[in-house]
Structure formats: C-alpha cells, structure tokens
C-alpha cells in the first residue's frame, strides 16, 4: 500500500470542505480532497440547493405563464409542462457546477482522492476505493463530511413512493398527490416545486406553525401565501407511520384521519454524517445529538484532527459551513479567521422568498431585550408593483436603547438577494439610522429594506 503525505487532507468536498481546501491552498498549504461520490461539491451542488433551485426557477416559470403573464397583457395559449427537459436542465446545471469545482481543484494544485476516506490513527487516513486502499498522512485533517436526511420512525423509506429530498429532485412524472412531511425549508421549497407543475401537495407539520425558528409573523404570513398557492398545511400533524400499501401511499396520523398519496417525502431535518469515518481510531466521541464537538480553531478532542460544517452542528446550511471552512484555513495558517455566527442569514427559496438574518422578535422577547420594530409592507414599493410582486414586507428590529438593528425578515420577491445588505449591515454593527440615511436606487425592491428602517423610527416615507 502506498502513502503520500499533504498539511493538510480534507475528508468531504461539500461547500466546507472545498471551501477549505482552496483557501488553505491559496495560503500555500500542500491539500488533498478525498471524496466518496464521483462528484464534487456534496449534497449542496448535487442533491440539495442547486438541484432545486434549478426545479424552483424553472417551476416558478412555468407557474407564471400559467397563472400570471396575463396579467402582464402577455397571452399564452397552449403552455404545457415537459419535465424531462426540466429535469434535464437541472441535470446539466449540476454537472456544469461540480465540474466546476474539478476545475478549481486544477487551479489551486488540490489532490482528489475518490473513495471513503477514514481515519486510521495519528496522521493517518485511509481511502478505500473500488481498486484497493490509499493510505494518506496528513499534517491537519478536516473532517466536513456533512449529513444526511434524518429518519422518521414508523417510516420506511423506500427510494421512490417514500423518499427523501433526492427521490423529489427526480420524481419522472408528476405525482397527482405528494404528501410532504415536514413543513421546513425542503418542505416547503420541494411542495412549491411540484405543487406548481401540478401535484395536490399536503405538508404535515408536527408543529403548531411552519418554518420553526424563523419570526413567528413571517412564518405566519407564509402560511397565508402558500395556502393561497393550493399548498395543503396541516399543523400539529404527528406522522406515526407511512408506506406503501396496494399500490398506493398510506399515511397515518396520530389522532387524524389517514391520508393516502402516490408519494410522500420525508423532510424532518437531517443528522450529521459520521459513520464508518473511524472516528473511535483516534478517541473522538460525539455529543448527544450525534455532532463532532469542537473548540477553538474548529480543533476536536483528537490531536490535528479538525471538524467543520453540518457535522459539527449549528444552522445546517451551506453557507455556515464555507464560512467555518474560510475559518479554519485563516486560522491553521495565519491565526486569523472569524465566523459571525450572529449574521448567518437563511432563506427559504420559496415564492415569495422568505430571508432572516439575526435575532427574530420571539427571541428578544423571550431574553427580555427592548426592541423598536419597523415594518413595510412590498406592495407599498413602486417596483413590487411594477413586478407584480406585491406579496410581503419586510422588518426591521433594532435594540431600544442604542438603534443597533438586531434582526432583518423578509417575505418577498428576492428576499434572498435583499437580506445581504442587511448582513453587511449588521456584520459592520449598524444601527437602523444607518440603512435609513443609505441611499437606495429608485425603483428597487431594496428600497423597502431602507423604509422599513425609517418606520423603525416612525418616519416610513411611503406607508
Ligand atoms: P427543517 O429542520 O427545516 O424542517 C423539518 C420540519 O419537520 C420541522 O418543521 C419539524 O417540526 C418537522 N417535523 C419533525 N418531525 C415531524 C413529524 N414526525 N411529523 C411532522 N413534521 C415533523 O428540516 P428540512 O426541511 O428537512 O431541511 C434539513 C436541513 O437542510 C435544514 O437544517 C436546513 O437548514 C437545510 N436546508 C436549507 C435550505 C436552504 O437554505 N434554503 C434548503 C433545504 C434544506
């Protein structure tokens, strides 16, 4: 068996891992990637956010010349759906990006390894691939091996009638009911998904609300929106079982009458990924909830052995784990390297979007903060109007005392683009005076983060 050495051996080419890997080869460090998949770029680039934004734009597409060109004074006659393009386009579009990211590999001189990378002692990792194993010394190792759907007990996931994420990125035909357990953010983008090329969509949702975690308002006025879309939302739904039964989907629910369906998703949360990583090689034990802990420098209890992204917990996005791995790479090589884990912003990429960055008014209520609130509403802006995309506002908190802005929720077209000026503001500690003395481009949909800022202090222009 042969061994190569590198500083630095990353195990996992998701968003954190790769990330890493490029900044820690940027910074001059010999870098290797081992990777099981035949792709790059980990559930994010190949089964999760790209895949389905792809379906959500081209969906949203397909919606709007059905039920809104008209409006436009455009009339279609004769708009038919043809999913295998679609899901063709969305096949392309993911090959394109995780060749992609071959191609900064090559750049940045990063060694691929394929195979299940595993921890073999002190420095040591083995690569088991089809045609033997690879053993590999590493001066650091970074374990971002991401996670996978969480199961739900009861139910037995089949591949196809009963899936996660991945079977609905693929479904060959429309379902003529999809049940969806789980109103977060898969949820709730993947029931838009099909419920736009029309499926009858039910969304079974544990909770009393939708989107748990984000403002309570917000996630009140989704519900709203999504229901007006033909989204079925069924609150405080407990899924005790699902499978298949003669041909078709049955789901029971505690308490309530059973639902049958041609598919059901599962999209209860996802768990860390941290089997067969041999892990125990080098005496690392996980916490409770199954992550990896670590300190300082993203360190685990097992000497230069480092851990970043959904493994470690903490918001399960893509963009937290790039974060950590910009991080880890500053701080191994130069000491530098900061996460703010304070302006993480999330957005569902439903439609309308739904974008938070910061605390939501449930939050500062409970930790018994003041807070002054500024709300407006989209279909007070005169671009909203002219896009026809009247639905949402957008809100502003910001600390009594000091004006400091707290916390930034949309609901509304392109919230997700909208939401990054309020995280450079809150990164650069803003107060809400700030955003209200910037001046905003006219028409823009950003016009309504600056009044909501003004109606902080009462002074809204426009509403
Ligand atoms: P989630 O945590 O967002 O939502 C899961 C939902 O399932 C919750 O509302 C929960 O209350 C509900 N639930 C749990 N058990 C249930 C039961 N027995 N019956 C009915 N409902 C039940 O998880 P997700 O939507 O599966 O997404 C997984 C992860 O992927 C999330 O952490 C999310 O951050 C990430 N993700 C992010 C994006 C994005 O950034 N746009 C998109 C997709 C996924």
Redesign the pocket.
Known sequence: MSTTKHDLVVIGAGPGGYVAAIRAAQLGLDVAVVERESALGGTCLRI??IP?KALLESSERYWAARNEFAAHGVKMAGVKLDLTAMLKRKKRIVEDLTRGIEGLFRKNKITRYAGQGRLLGNGRIGVKAKDGMTELQAGVILIATGST??P?PGVELDGGHVGT?TDALSYATVPRHLVV???????L?LGSVWNRLGARVTV????DR???GMDAEIAAEAKKLFEKQGIKLRLK???KSAGRKARQCVVEIEGQKRLTCDRVLV????VPRTKDLGLEKVGIELDKKGYIPVREGFATSAKGVHAIGDVIGG????HKAEEEGMAFAEQLVNGHGYVNYSTIP????THPEIASVGRTEEDLREAKTEYRKGVFPLRANGRALAMGATEGKVKVLAEARTDRILGVHVIGARAGDLIAEAVAAMNFGASAEDLARTCHAHPTLAESIREAALAVDDRSIHS
């Open positions: 999760g956010c389905s759907p969480a739900l994420s357990i789980g109103a977060g953010y898969i949820g983008e079974l949702e544990y909770l939708i989107l748990p739904a407990n899924v999209a209860v949360g996802r918001a399960m996005l893509a999330s957005v569902v990429y």
